[in-house]
């Protein structure tokens, strides 16, 4: 084997070969010439991938390697491990990017003369785009030696798809393979965190001069840089993040994200302006003690004990109560107002917790007496990780000398805002557009344009019961402080109010005829007949159906249908979870199309229709696709449901049951025959539609009831 040559693990050539890490281990039984393992241990062996690549070509499993997959098999196999060559391979991007005639001229000579005249270049473009002083050191000539294939491979990549979408492929792959070393902002909570620090910079009492030049924005802890590089418009950024080789990566990632150095826009629109990223403790070692920001944006660690309550006893930052051990976010968040100028806004990412524990108490109160903390927003559990609790944003305003403290604070309840589809929680389910709409909806109604510069709003923003409210400062200051807005934000009555029961006692009455008049009659008994049997998997080979999984990847411009969608029968709900490879196009639904979740056992199927085409097919479902000419839509439907059908084409592991569906069987019928059931399938579907609404208006009205009675707006009789 050549020396530095990259390693791949069994995964990693399951991945390659498009199979299961099953079928890597009987290859390695069964066929002699299989590559010996070249490093790694007993467990877990590794394997040249030059001669896996020769091997999988031999024997016909492998036509050609994708580009990008090669381009990860070296980063992830380099000797000095995967941190060390994206690092290398985003500093050469940054290269490709900025000057490709230089690039071009240090690729044209051998492997060892390009690792050693590549410093030069580097350093040039990274003092250009990060400065003298920087958390990216210029890599030397031997250093670079086992990275030049990678980097060769990584230029190839970005002439195809460009240098940021090539860098960000590498890190988002990193990210997807070590999920417990990172913990991670999703982009649209990032976006939306940005949003908001952006509206009230709008308002009156916002940053003096914010609009007419570049803001200063700051995460003191930065982790992958998401919440940087949702900023939009000019800005100056700055970042500090305690590990170094993820603070170089958020480096090189906002260098990519921003303009090049003769000021091209770069592919995402972001605008120019100064980078600044360093490594350290902020709590303990503030990198930027003299800063005076516009805006912070903040995802800090939750639940830290170790986060230096000891020595940082007195410090001059904890302006509004020293925060207990256990409030290591309280500090954070005094961090981030002591960081800002008179008038900037912070937003930070905090637990639930964080709004009620009895030991932040009186960090809080001084918070809402000053006019610091401006508003409380709940989001849906899944917003970010830790996936199962719902988290919240902080929205704080630095105050100013002269400025009266805001009277009251924002609490809203996205979670339980009306444009949230029903159900949508848990991560993949939520709505970002519903969720925006009313984060931003209560935030620019209560920062409204005529409010005066003291700081006050001209008028409370309309109360949505349950959504949002302004709740007065002195209805929060007693015992405990409580700024949860689940507990100031009553619900509203389950049927819309006590108007709105009429109404919804209405469409129920309608329903339950509706579905009376679609309830399947009786039949007659009859003797199962003998029928010829087909599999799915058959018919996907004999080119009747084609058989794909969802990924949920698209380029936003249409809704992703979940899971969750087909289980409850509602309309596509979710967002992309990224964006598809370049060679790859995003999996859209077509009318006649057949839908299986591949989870739970397959009790459910559903058919596409003419309003639900055009969405993404999400994760965790399989689609088939049938020839109309051949195979009718809703006679596949039907028979995928039938419980022995689903019993033997499943398989169970410890917490879940998969369905195959190549294993599901149907009858061979003429397509005049599969008409006659297809159309009998479908109003089965329908009764069981009108059953779902029936049983959704049902519980409606109870509640609506329930809650109208203990209201009193409800009256006994």
């Known amino acids: 084997m050549p020396e530095n040559s990259t390693e791949v693990t069994a995964a990693g050539i399951a991945r390659l070969a498009g199979v299961g890490r099953a079928a890597v281990s009987n290859w390695r039984r069964r066929h002699a010439d ?3 393992p070249v490093g790694g241990t007993d467990t877990s062996p590794s394997f040249s991938l030059p001669e896996v690549e020769r091997w999988l070509r031999d024997q016909g499993k492998l036509a050609e390697v994708p580009l990008r997959e090669r381009v990860w098999q070296r980063l992830a196999g380099h000797p000095a491990g995967a941190v060390t060559a994206l690092t290398h391979a985003g ?11 230089a690039w071009l001229e240090i690729t044209a000579v051998s492997d060892a003369r390009m690792a050693e005249i590549l410093p030069v270049a580097l350093d040039e473009v990274l003092t250009a785009r990060l400065g003298s002083t920087r958390v990216v050191p210029t890599p030397a000539g031997p250093d670079l030696l086992p990275s030049v294939p990678l980097l060769r491979a990584t230029a190839e990549l970005a002439a195809e798809t460009g240098a940021r979408r090539a860098f960000e492929f590498l890190v988002d792959r990193q990210l997807d393979a070590n999920p417990r070393q990172y913990t991670l902002t999703p982009p649209d909570l990032a976006a939306l965190m940005a949003a908001l620090a952006e509206q009230d910079a709008r308002q009156p009492g916002g940053p003096a001069g914010a609009q007419a030049a570049a803001r200063t924005v700051l995460d003191p802890a930065a982790g992958t840089g998401a919440l940087l590089r949702a900023v939009g418009g000019p800005a100056a950024l700055y970042a500090q993040e305690a590990d170094a080789g993820l603070a170089a990566l958020t480096a090189l990632r906002l260098a990519l994200h921003s303009e090049n150095a003769s000021g091209t826009p770069s592919s995402s629109g972001a605008a120019r302006g100064t980078i600044t990223v360093r490594t350290g403790d902020t709590l ?13 944006l903040c995802h800090p660690p939750f639940n830290e004990r170790n986060w230096g309550h000891e020595e940082l006893a007195y410090d001059p930052r904890w302006e509004y109560g020293f925060p207990a051990r256990t409030e290591s976010e309280l500090a954070w ?9 008179e008038g900037g806004t912070a937003v930070l990412l905090m637990p639930p917790a ?8 009186r960090v809080r109160a001084d918070l809402l007496r000053r006019g610091a903390l401006r508003a409380v927003i709940a989001l849906p559990a899944g917003a970010a990780p830790p996936y199962g609790i719902p988290l919240h944003l902080w929205v704080l305003r630095k105050p100013g000398t002269g400025r009266r403290p805001a009277p009251e604070l924002l609490v809203v309840d996205t979670a339980e805002s009306p444009e949230t589809a029903p159900g949508a929680v848990g991560r993949d389910r939520i709505d970002w557009t519903a969720v925006r709409a009313t984060a931003l909806g209560a935030w620019t ?31 929060l200051l007693d015992d405990d402080v409580d700024l949860a807005p689940a507990r100031h934000l009553p619900p509203p009555a389950a049927g819309g109010g006590a108007a709105e029961l009429g109404h919804v006692a209405g469409r129920l009455d309608e329903t339950l005829k509706l579905a009376a008049r679609l309830a399947p009659e009786p039949v007659a008994p009859r003797e199962p007949s003998g029928r010829t049997l087909t599999t799915v998997g058959e018919l996907a080979r004999s080119g009747v159906l084609r058989l794909r999984t969802g990924s949920g990847t698209g380029d936003g411009s249409a809704p992703v249908l979940t899971e969750h969608d087909v289980l409850a029968g509602t309309a596509p709900s979710g967002t992309p979870s990224g964006t598809p490879a370049p060679e ?10 057949v839908v299986v979740p591949v989870l739970g056992g397959g009790t459910v199927t559903r058919v596409v229709d003419d309003a639900t085409a055009g969405a993404v097919l999400g994760r965790n479902l399989q689609l088939l696709r049938p020839d109309p000419a051949a195979l009718d839509s809703w006679f596949l439907a039907g028979f995928l449901r039938g419980t022995a059908n689903t019993r033997q084409a499943s398989s169970y592991a410890s917490t879940a049951t998969r369905l195959d569906a190549r294993r599901l069987q149907l009858p061979r019928l003429p397509l005049a025959e599969q008409r006659g059931y297809g159309e009998r399938f479908r109003e089965l579907a329908a009764f069981e539609d009108a059953l779902r609404t029936a049983g959704r208006l ?20």
């Open 34 to 36: 299989f590559p010996r």
């Open 91 to 101: 500093c050469a991007l940054l290269l490709v990017r900025d000057r490709p005639t």
């Open 284 to 296: 303990r070692a503030d990198a930027f003690p003299r800063l005076a920001a516009d805006a912070v």
């Open 333 to 341: 968040v005094q961090h981030a107002l002591s960081r800002l100028r």
């Open 354 to 361: 964080a709004a009620s524990r009895r030991s932040g108490r």
């Open 445 to 475: 109604a209560y920062c409204h344009p005529g409010a005066p510069d003291d700081g006050q709003t001209a008028h409370a923003p309309a109360d949505r019961p349950g959504v949002s409210r302004a709740v007065p400062v002195i209805e």
């Open 584 to 593: 790859e196009e995003p999996l859209l639904l077509e009318p006649g199309d």
């Open 698 to 717: 049902g519980g409606q009205l109870l509640q609506g009831m329930y809650d109208g009675l203990t209201d009193g707006t409800v009256a006994p009789k």
